[in-house]
Antibody, heavy 119, light 110 residues
Framework: QVQLQESGPGLVKPSETLSLTCTVSGGSVNSGNYYWSWIRQPPGKGLEWIGY???????TYNPSLKSRVIISLDTSKNKFSLKVSSVTAADTAVYYC???????????WGQGTLVTVSS | SFVLTQPPSVSVAPGQTARLTCGGNNIGSDSVHWYQQKAGQAPVLVVYDDRDRPSGIPERFSGSKSGNTATLTISRAEAGDEADYYC?????????????FGTGTKVTVL
C-alpha cells in the first residue's frame, strides 16, 4: 500500500519561502509509471493543482504559480519537495502531495498539511 | 484558462439518486476523474477515466460523459456520501496547463 506524508513548517512569514517535503513509502518515486504532484486547498475553498514532477525530474507547473514554484525529486530518500517563494496570505492553504497515474488521476494522497502565511 | 464548472450544491434524499455535473470546453477528448472529500480529510478518487472505479469504491458510484459534460451519479444515496465532490481533467492539449480541478459540489443527504 502506497503512503505519502507531507512535512514542513506550519507557519511561514510573508515574502519568505514555503518549503514542504513528501515522503513516499510502499512505492518508488523512481517508477516510470507515475508523476508526483502537489495540490493545495485554501481554507473553505476548492482544490488547486500546483504542479508535478516525473521520475526523470521533468516538471510541469500551474501557469499562475510557475514563477514562484519549484518541485524537486530526491530518489535516494524516496521523497519529493515543493518550494513556493515570495509567499503572501493568499498562499495559506492545506497542501497535499499525491501520486499521479496515467491520464492524470491521483490515486494516492497524503493527509495534507496546513501552512499559514502570517507575520 | 481552462475552467471546469460544477453546481455548488446538490441535495438528495436517502436511497435516492444524485447526479453531479462537470462542464468544460473540450473535455470530451480528455479523461475526467472524480474525487470525494469529506470534512477534514484528503480527497479520495471515486471514478477515473470517465467511468472506471478504483477497487473498494461501491458500485453506487458511476461516471459518464456526453459531449462537454461529465456526470457522477450516486445511486441509493447514504448519509455517508455527504461530502464535497470535485471533477478533474488532465489535458496534454491544454498548452501549459494540463491539469484542472472543478469548482466542487457539496452533496447533502437530507
Amino acid at each position: 500500500q502506497v503512503q505519502l506524508q507531507e512535512s514542513g513548517p506550519g507557519l511561514v512569514k510573508p515574502s519568505e519561502t514555503l518549503s514542504l517535503t513528501c515522503t513516499v513509502s510502499g512505492g518508488s518515486v523512481n517508477s516510470g509509471n507515475y508523476y508526483w504532484s502537489w495540490i493545495r486547498q485554501p481554507p473553505g475553498k476548492g482544490l488547486e493543482w500546483i504542479g508535478y514532477i516525473s521520475y526523470s525530474g521533468s516538471t510541469t507547473y500551474n501557469p499562475s504559480l510557475k514563477s514562484r514554484v519549484i518541485i524537486s525529486l530526491d530518489t535516494s530518500k524516496n521523497k519529493f519537495s515543493l518550494k513556493v517563494s515570495s509567499v503572501t496570505a493568499a498562499d495559506t492553504a492545506v497542501y497535499y502531495c499525491a501520486r499521479e497515474y496515467s491520464s492524470g488521476r491521483h490515486d494516492y494522497w497524503g493527509q495534507g498539511t496546513l501552512v499559514t502565511v502570517s507575520s | 484558462s481552462f475552467v471546469l464548472t460544477q453546481p455548488p450544491s446538490v441535495s438528495v434524499a436517502p436511497g435516492q439518486t444524485a447526479r453531479l455535473t462537470c462542464g468544460g470546453n473540450n473535455i470530451g477528448s480528455d479523461s475526467v476523474h472524480w474525487y470525494q472529500q469529506k470534512a477534514g480529510q484528503a480527497p479520495v478518487l471515486v471514478v477515473y477515466d470517465d467511468r472506471d472505479r478504483p477497487s473498494g469504491i461501491p458500485e453506487r458510484f458511476s461516471g459518464s460523459k456526453s459531449g462537454n459534460t461529465a456526470t457522477l451519479t450516486i445511486s441509493r444515496a447514504e448519509a455517508g456520501d455527504e461530502a464535497d465532490y470535485y471533477c478533474q481533467v488532465w489535458s496534454i492539449s491544454s498548452s501549459g496547463h494540463p491539469e484542472v480541478f472543478g469548482t466542487g459540489t457539496k452533496v447533502t443527504v437530507l
